[in-house]
């Protein structure tokens, strides 16, 4: 069927005011850059401080999608009770054991928001922590970031953002009291702008800070009733393209300072029984080298991708030489098999692995003896949740895969048995044999095999005639996951086929598969993409012109590209906080990931062959005279990744420029920022969005 969207009156202008930049002998034209508030860092801060004509602007957008969508607001009421039908509302997370106790996430029925508590270890009267739905009350977003339990477990350390900026302020709560800890002048003690935060001892909690370019570049000491005033700066990163963070390994010798970029790592560590002392240094940071790092016993466990070991490998240090030049091979570089995680317990090293495309988890024990877990569908994702705990014996997993809701399992590390925990339930029934999981290969231009996971109905007729949903990221090294999800089912219900392409970008298929996606051979993921779709139509999955295509932040330079390059292969785009103005905003190093975005798309500033590549393909500069599909754009004012204005001047130059009369639509969070609405019921508002916009587009409704 024939899409439903056609452009009805009242779009919104923008005014044009053009900017020139020079840049490398070519002049570069930007009409919209006043959209860009001047004082955008205060705007993130504070929503309602954004200029006026910008604010008018946005809001004259966010007018038009209503009326655009309004014939759509009965299905996506639908659509929204349909999903939270499928959520159990009263819900209990199963029992994390820490010391004298045991911890539990627990939702209660209409709750938003997660209430932690703990109860004594082996049982007894249950204890409230944090009841976030209390404190979210008189906010429009509400979001918990960094937590940590003092040593004593009478101190929890956590931290809110209630503007979507990610500005998170730490706050102090005494367990005794079920109180924040206030000055003494009865004022509010909290520490602004923290992003991670571990206790070292029952007095000393150490935090990183970010600046005003929100990157975390520094790491302090505080003492607990102290002025943060005072706090002792423990270490500073001066290279903007690096951010600092601190935690602690399983074992609570050391406090670790991590510091790193996309594609280059450092790491630091404190003892934990000298807080004081200076951070150690493990190796220092060399271009190309990542690792992360695991204490047992007399050594450090290192996963690292040195050496040339490109799909990385596990070795070992000893803890007081722990430079490269002493690192020992522990699980040797294997090419084709990325080890992604590792963890380590006093006896035992557990590791998630990923090969063609699918994970496995392994774990060796002292005598070096290795053994792994087995499954069985085409497609499926996993999660390890090691205890807390280093004296252990057994390890917490999941699994799910599109047809099969999260399954949590108990593994016992001597004996290899897993003990079924828990399966997630979905109050309003699901049968997984009503769904088949499939997982293709798309042939791309240059003969590279794209997976592509799909999920349909059983009773979805293959011949052609089925809408399909193309789901996309493929930057960072970023592996998209076959994993159980309840909203999709509503579009898979109505007969769509769900299909998610592991394109080039994502570690999915090895390192390369990330590597085969950088600098100027980004153009491969969108050259996937569009393998993917024509592979479904090949398939009689679906049609031309029947897939509606979707992708967010960078997934959203992905959805930008490919339509500028194939816009007659699809029926709708959905573009999610998209990071489509790669051009200005790469050569911009004042936003705050700029600098460490030069180790993906290069550094166009310095180098000229950077320039011409992001060029090539950034979709803002690309947008064309031609027809485009139906296109749905989202953004957030105090988006701090993806600035609210990218989206906005794609939008508005596209309206100027293309020649069709197909639906675009522009929908800002004037009070949210890149993960959209807070809370896990009002997050299926912006879902119910998406799915009514795709039913729109290709005529199902």
Not at 114 to 129: F, K, N, Q, S, V
Not at 232 to 243: A, G, H, N, Q, T
Not at 494 to 501: N, T
Not at 603 to 624: G, H, L, W
């Amino acid at each position: 069927m024939k899409s439903q969207f056609k452009k009805i009156g009242g779009e919104p202008v923008a005014t044009i005011k053009t900017v020139t930049n020079k840049v490398h002998g070519e002049t570069i034209i930007d009409d919209y850059n006043w959209i860009r508030a001047d004082n955008w860092q205060e705007a993130m801060r504070e929503p309602e401080l954004l200029p006026q004509d910008i604010k008018s602007y946005l809001n004259n957008e966010n007018a038009y999608y209503e009326k655009a969508m309004a014939d759509t607001g009965d299905l996506q009421k639908e659509l929204v009770a349909e999903m939270r039908g499928r959520i159990k509302e009263v819900d209990n997370s199963l029992p994390t054991k820490d010391g004298p106790y045991a911890y539990i996430t627990k939702y209660i029925e209409g709750g938003e928001h997660p209430i932690h508590t703990r109860t004594p270890r082996d049982g007894g009267e249950e204890e409230i922590l944090l009841d976030v739905n209390k404190e979210a009350k008189g906010h429009d977003y509400f979001e918990i970031g960094a937590g940590d339990i003092s040593p004593d477990h009478n101190i929890f350390a956590w931290s809110r953002d209630t503007s979507g900026s990610e500005y998170y302020a730490l706050t102090f709560r005494d367990l005794k009291t079920g109180k924040d800890i206030k000055t003494s002048k009865g004022g509010d003690y909290q520490i602004a702008d923290v992003g991670s935060a571990v206790f070292g001892n029952n007095e000393t909690l150490f935090y990183s800070r970010v600046d005003e370019n929100h990157r975390p570049s520094k790491v302090f000491r505080h003492t607990l009733g102290t002025d943060p005033k005072d706090d002792i700066l423990v270490y500073e990163e001066k290279d903007p393209r690096f951010y600092a963070g601190v935690g602690m390994t399983r074992s609570e010798k050391y406090i670790v300072i991590s510091v790193g970029m996309n594609d280059q790592s450092e790491y630091h560590v404190i003892p934990a029984d000298d807080l004081t002392a200076e951070p150690k240094l493990i190796e220092k940071r060399t271009e190309g080298l990542e690792y992360e790092i695991e204490h047992q016993g007399d050594r450090f466990l290192i996963l690292t991708n040195a050496d040339d070991a490109v799909d990385f490998k596990i070795v070992e240090a000893p803890i007081d030489s722990p430079s490269r030049e002493n690192w020992k091979d522990v699980v040797p570089h294997k090419q084709g098999r990325m080890i992604i995680s590792i963890d380590a317990y006093q006896d035992w090293v557990i590791w998630m692995e990923r090969e063609n495309a699918l994970p496995r988890i392994c774990f060796m024990d002292g005598a070096g003896v290795i053994n792994s877990i087995s499954f069985k569908e085409e497609a499926y994702a996993l999660g390890v949740s090691p205890s807390p705990e280093f004296d252990k014996d057994m390890f917490r997993f999941s699994y799910s895969s599109p047809t099969t809701p999260t399954q949590t399992y108990d593994y016992d590390l001597k004996t290899n048995q897993r003990t079924l925990l828990k399966e997630q339930e979905i109050p309003s029934g699901h049968d997984a044999s009503d769904y088949i999981t499939r997982r293709v290969l798309a042939k791309s231009h240059d003969g590279a095999q794209v997976p592509v996971t799909l999920l349909h109905h059983k009773d979805t007729p293959i011949d052609g005639t089925a809408p399909c949903l193309l789901y996309g990221y493929g930057s960072y090294g970023m592996s998209m996951p076959a994993s159980f999800s309840t909203g999709r089912l509503s579009l898979v219900d109505r007969g769509f086929i769900y299909a998610i392409a592991h394109v080039r970008g994502g570690e999915e298929k090895g390192r390369f598969w990330y590597e085969d996606a950088k600098f100027g051979k980004k153009p491969n993921t969108f050259h996937d993409f569009i393998a993917a779709g024509k592979k479904l139509i090949e398939d009689n999955y679906t049609a031309k012109g029947n897939i509606v295509i979707q992708g967010g932040s960078a997934g959203g330079l992905l959805v930008g590209a490919t339509v500028n390059m194939a816009p007659d292969l699809f029926a709708g785009v959905i573009g999610d906080v998209p990071f489509v103005d790669v051009l200005n905003t790469i050569l911009d190093d004042t936003l705050p990931l700029t600098p460490g975005e030069w180790s993906q798309w290069g550094n166009p500033i310095e180098s000229e062959q950077a320039f011409k590549d992001i060029k090539s393909y950034c979709p803002y500069t690309n947008v064309e005279a031609k027809s485009y599909p139906p296109m749905l754009v989202t953004a957030g004012v105090s988006d701090p990744r993806v600035t609210y204005w990218e989206p906005a001047k794609w939008v508005a130059k596209l309206r100027a420029t293309k020649t069709d009369d197909n639906i675009l639509m522009l929908r800002t969070n004037m009070t949210s920022g890149h993960f959209g609405k807070s809370g896990r019921f009002a997050a299926l508002e912006d879902a119910a969005r998406s799915y009514a916009f795709a039913l729109k587009a290709t005529g199902k409704i």
